[in-house]
Nanobody, 112 residues
């Protein structure tokens, strides 16, 4: 079992930055996927970015603005720059290690 706790969300003006962090209750091996998804009101949950050994993957809508990285062997972070109102959503941390695990989600609101 893996428990995930997200932090770092909040309210920011368009063009601003936020850093999301997700800490897992145990070490996540680098060959497993860690990532971030988001869900805006009335929309389906969508992939934002993932990371595993060998590389990263980003949604087209965030390429060049967001960076995913792993500060420690039990955490993943998402640096979000150049935020836009359309980035407003609940962001969920995701890990796959034998099973899929999700955090409870954290709100990010970008005002215009």
């Amino acid at each position: 079992q893996v428990h995930l706790v997200e932090s770092g969300g909040g309210l920011v003006q368009a063009g601003g930055s936020l850093r999301l962090s997700c800490v897992a209750s145990r070490r996540i091996f680098s060959d497993n996927v860690m990532g971030w998804y988001r869900q805006a009101p009335g929309k389906q949950r969508e992939l934002v970015a993932t990371i595993r050994v060998g590389g990263t993957n980003y949604a087209d809508s965030v390429k060049g603005r967001f960076t995913i990285f792993r500060p420690t062997d039990n955490s993943v972070a998402l640096q979000m720059n150049g935020l836009k109102p359309e980035d407003t959503a609940v962001y969920y941390c995701y890990v796959t290690q034998y099973n899929d695990y999700w955090g409870k989600g954290i709100q990010v609101t970008v005002s215009s």
